[in-house]
């Protein structure tokens, strides 16, 4: 039986010199197409129940992407408190990995109690947030919400995970780990089992595992995405989307390029592991911009979900209703038969297979796909060569 959300499936084929990636996803890439005939305000509160994962990152893609093609634009308020949910939620997503993978990787248990705490007090942020279950209705006015409730949580939440993360305060951990000596000292106290997987990176030299070439996908503005609308007709494009004929990745590293740490470390797995505590320690707050209106009823949301840049795009017919309806997530753009994952893949360098598995395991949990995974290694004979 085929699960609701997709699974991914990567075979790895091993020969003495090289290694070639292959990747299948059966995503629902075109769930969306659902919403056809419906009206923006039903399409805005059924779309994030479709979505289990990053809900209110796919909520505010979709109302921006309607409120653009409708000729609005929500109020600066309004896309704050946007911004606010979306980032409470990529936080939580960054902990769910970090407490419950990363400790896997050091064969250690996973600590549930800390990920059940951090679920509870996102669910009091978001429900602060939101307190009326309009935030992301197109037309959506400024609520009214409880900032002693707000900072009372984000306080109870930040002095969690100086227990159980950082060591020290989420902001101070930002603002003085910026760089790969200092990154290094930290994660050498071991104060947490975020610490002490990335001294097993270091330690074990993989701090530039699977860096590869590909490039990460450029801002783009809302002409250039709505120019793909007729592009993403074809569901094997968005299953492995191109930009200017070439993979993108588009991750929590090359949203934190910026960052001087990140900037300095590169582009291998302890970069990759690095901007999720990043992400954690100061959640981005990127708001949905005030977009010019487009003609023929299209419109675009993004949303900065915790994998990457979410895109939404409709177009609405002459009655106001739904005419197309597409996403493109970041997973596809991720885990592109020839994206940021197959390359790094296939960059591994030959060691036994234990380890192998070990290394690869390491570098897919890195780049998360939203959806669980099967990895499977083969031989040079087992299957037919790479294109």
Known sequence: MQEPGGRIGIRLRIAPETRCCEIHSTRPVTASQVFIGRTPAETARVLPRLYSIC??????????????????????????????????????????????????????????LTLARVHGLTRTLLAALDPEADLFIPRARPATTDQRVLAETRDTLDTLLEARVFGMSPAHWHARIDTPERLADWAASGVSQAARLLQRVIVDDLAGLGASAVAPLPAL????????????????????????GAPRETTPLTRQYHHPLIG??????????????????????????????????????RAAAARGELIHLVRLDARGHIADYRILA???WNFHPRGALALALEALAPVPETELRRRAGL?????????????????????????
């Not at 993403?232 to 989307?241: K, T």
């Not at 031989?379 to 294109?387: F, I, L, R």
């Open 221 to 244: 503005d809302e002409r250039a995405l709505a120019d793909l609308l007729p592009r993403l007709a074809d569901p094997g494009f968005i299953a492995a989307p191109t930009w200017d």
């Open 55 to 112: 809900g209110q990152a796919q909520a505010c893609a979709c109302a921006t992407a309607l409120e653009h093609a409708l000729g609005q634009a929500a109020p600066t308020a309004v896309r704050a408190d946007r911004a606010a949910a979306v980032a409470s939620e990529t936080r939580r997503e960054h902990l769910w990995r970090i407490l419950i993978d990363w400790p896997a990787a050091l064969d250690e248990p996973a600590d549930h």
């Open 330 to 332: 970041p997973t596809e």
């Open 264 to 301: 300095a470390l590169g582009a291998g797995l302890l970069a990759r592991l690095a901007a999720q505590l990043v992400e954690v320690a100061a959640p981005p707050l990127i708001e949905p911009p005030p977009t010019a209106v487009l003609d023929g009823g299209l419109g675009v949301g």
């Open 363 to 387: 570098l897919i949990a890195a780049l998360d796909p939203c959806v669980a995974f099967d990895l499977t290694l083969t031989g040079p004979s087992e299957v037919p060569p790479c294109a």
